[in-house]
Protein backbone atom coordinates (compact mmCIF):
# COMPACT_ATOMS: atom_id res chain seq x y z
CA UNK A 1 0.00 0.00 0.00
CA UNK A 2 1.16 3.13 -1.21
CA UNK A 3 0.43 6.87 0.64
CA UNK A 4 0.60 10.22 -0.79
CA UNK A 5 0.25 12.97 1.63
CA UNK A 6 0.16 16.45 0.11
CA UNK A 7 0.17 19.86 2.18
CA UNK A 8 1.10 23.22 1.22
CA UNK A 9 -2.33 24.58 -0.22
CA UNK A 10 -4.06 27.53 0.79
CA UNK A 11 -5.27 30.83 0.27
CA UNK A 12 -3.15 33.61 -1.51
CA UNK A 13 -3.83 36.58 -3.48
CA UNK A 14 -3.33 36.98 -7.15
CA UNK A 15 0.57 37.29 -8.18
CA UNK A 16 1.26 35.30 -4.78
CA UNK A 17 3.24 32.18 -4.20
CA UNK A 18 2.75 29.02 -2.49
CA UNK A 19 4.82 25.85 -2.60
CA UNK A 20 3.14 22.55 -2.19
CA UNK A 21 4.91 19.38 -1.15
CA UNK A 22 3.62 15.31 -1.15
CA UNK A 23 5.10 12.65 0.91
CA UNK A 24 4.70 9.27 -0.56
CA UNK A 25 5.36 6.60 2.09
CA UNK A 26 4.47 2.86 2.49
CA UNK A 27 5.75 -0.27 0.24
CA UNK A 28 7.31 1.83 -2.82
CA UNK A 29 9.21 -0.94 -5.35
CA UNK A 30 10.11 1.76 -7.53
CA UNK A 31 8.90 5.45 -9.11
CA UNK A 32 8.81 5.60 -12.16
CA UNK A 33 7.64 9.29 -12.00
CA UNK A 34 5.67 11.92 -9.44
CA UNK A 35 3.25 14.51 -10.49
CA UNK A 36 0.66 17.08 -9.74
CA UNK A 37 -2.57 17.27 -11.24
CA UNK A 38 -5.08 19.89 -10.66
CA UNK A 39 -9.13 19.85 -10.83
CA UNK A 40 -11.36 23.33 -10.71
CA UNK A 41 -14.97 23.00 -9.91
CA UNK A 42 -17.15 21.71 -13.03
CA UNK A 43 -13.58 20.67 -15.02
CA UNK A 44 -12.26 17.58 -15.31
CA UNK A 45 -8.38 16.68 -13.81
CA UNK A 46 -5.74 17.91 -15.40
CA UNK A 47 -1.69 17.58 -15.30
CA UNK A 48 0.26 20.55 -13.77
CA UNK A 49 3.53 18.86 -13.85
CA UNK A 50 5.33 15.71 -13.88
CA UNK A 51 8.92 14.63 -12.97
CA UNK A 52 10.25 11.55 -14.02
CA UNK A 53 12.64 9.29 -12.01
CA UNK A 54 15.61 10.34 -13.90
CA UNK A 55 14.80 13.85 -13.29
CA UNK A 56 12.80 14.60 -16.42
CA UNK A 57 10.13 17.65 -16.34
CA UNK A 58 6.99 17.97 -18.11
CA UNK A 59 4.49 20.83 -17.40
CA UNK A 60 0.96 21.95 -18.98
CA UNK A 61 1.13 25.38 -21.18
CA UNK A 62 -0.75 27.59 -18.95
CA UNK A 63 1.59 26.55 -15.90
CA UNK A 64 5.13 27.26 -18.15
CA UNK A 65 7.61 29.75 -16.20
CA UNK A 66 5.06 29.95 -13.43
CA UNK A 67 5.61 26.78 -11.79
CA UNK A 68 8.72 24.34 -10.70
CA UNK A 69 8.04 20.24 -10.18
CA UNK A 70 11.11 18.85 -8.27
CA UNK A 71 11.81 15.31 -6.13
CA UNK A 72 14.13 14.60 -3.42
CA UNK A 73 14.48 11.21 -4.36
CA UNK A 74 16.02 10.37 -0.80
CA UNK A 75 12.50 11.69 0.95
CA UNK A 76 10.30 10.13 -1.62
CA UNK A 77 8.77 13.59 -1.93
CA UNK A 78 7.96 15.85 -4.63
CA UNK A 79 7.13 19.42 -4.52
CA UNK A 80 5.30 22.25 -6.86
CA UNK A 81 6.61 26.15 -6.26
CA UNK A 82 4.15 28.41 -7.73
CA UNK A 83 4.48 31.82 -8.09
CA UNK A 84 2.72 34.19 -9.89
CA UNK A 85 -1.18 32.82 -8.82
CA UNK A 86 -3.91 33.69 -10.92
CA UNK A 87 -7.24 33.04 -9.83
CA UNK A 88 -8.18 30.38 -12.95
CA UNK A 89 -5.19 28.52 -10.51
CA UNK A 90 -8.05 27.72 -7.83
CA UNK A 91 -8.40 24.21 -7.73
CA UNK A 92 -7.56 21.18 -5.86
CA UNK A 93 -4.03 19.79 -6.13
CA UNK A 94 -3.84 16.26 -6.26
CA UNK A 95 -0.26 14.40 -6.18
CA UNK A 96 0.17 11.52 -8.25
CA UNK A 97 2.77 8.52 -8.41
CA UNK A 98 3.26 5.93 -10.94
CA UNK A 99 4.90 3.12 -10.62
CA UNK A 100 4.79 0.50 -13.11
CA UNK A 101 1.36 -0.05 -14.51
CA UNK A 102 -0.32 1.12 -11.19
CA UNK A 103 -1.09 5.37 -10.26
CA UNK A 104 -1.62 6.15 -6.67
CA UNK A 105 -3.14 9.41 -5.21
CA UNK A 106 -2.90 11.44 -2.83
CA UNK A 107 -6.18 12.85 -1.34
CA UNK A 108 -5.53 16.48 -2.69
CA UNK A 109 -5.13 20.25 -1.57
CA UNK A 110 -6.88 23.41 -1.98
CA UNK A 111 -5.39 25.93 -3.39
CA UNK A 112 -7.54 29.45 -3.91
CA UNK A 113 -6.42 32.56 -5.54
CA UNK A 114 -7.91 35.40 -4.93
CA UNK A 115 -8.34 38.38 -7.26
Known amino acids: QVQLVESGGGLVHAGGSLRLSCAASGSIFSIDAMGWYRQAPGNQRELVAR???????NYADFVKGRFTISRDNAKNTVYLQMNSLKPEDTAVYYC?????????WGKGTLVTVSS
Open 51 to 57: ITRGGST
Open 96 to 104: NLGSGSRDY
